[in-house]
């Protein structure tokens, strides 16, 4: 059974920080592109950050760059995304996802979502 389960997510303060994580089970882990994804209300889900499978050269939204970093944690079948300098327009829930692609087919996983939500 494939699970991405996301955590972390909660209520913040403008300027503030947040630290999501998911965790994997069920599949390698280590062969997949993690990223994450957000969605907010009336608004299509967007991509926000991208780690290959070994990490090395990742890629932000620009919305996000210079403020959020993905990190991954192989041993711990984990991704995190760091949020610093949160803004009101970070709110949204947010998604953890994995691919693979494969010789006949891509693998393409989603976790459940965790809320983000950044007000006074």
């Known amino acids: 059974q494939v699970q991405l389960v996301e955590s972390g997510g909660g209520l913040v303060q403008p300027g503030g920080s947040l630290r999501l994580s998911c965790v994997a089970s069920?599949?390698?882990?280590?062969?997949?592109?993690m990223s994450w994804y957000r969605q907010a209300p009336g608004k299509e889900r967007e991509l926000v950050a991208v780690?290959?499978?070994?990490?090395?050269?990742?890629n932000y939204a620009d919305s996000v760059k210079g403020r959020f970093t993905i990190s991954r944690d192989n041993a711990k079948n984990t991704v995190y995304l760091q949020m610093n300098s949160l803004r009101p327009e970070d709110t949204a829930v947010y998604y953890c996802?994995?691919?693979?692609?494969?010789?006949?087919?891509?693998?393409?996983?989603w976790g459940q979502g965790t809320q983000v939500t950044v007000s006074s």
């Open positions: 780690i290959p499978s070994t990490g090395g050269s990742t």
């Open positions: 996802n994995a691919v693979r692609r494969a010789f006949l087919r891509d693998y393409d996983y």
């Open positions: 069920g599949f390698t882990f280590s062969s997949y592109v």
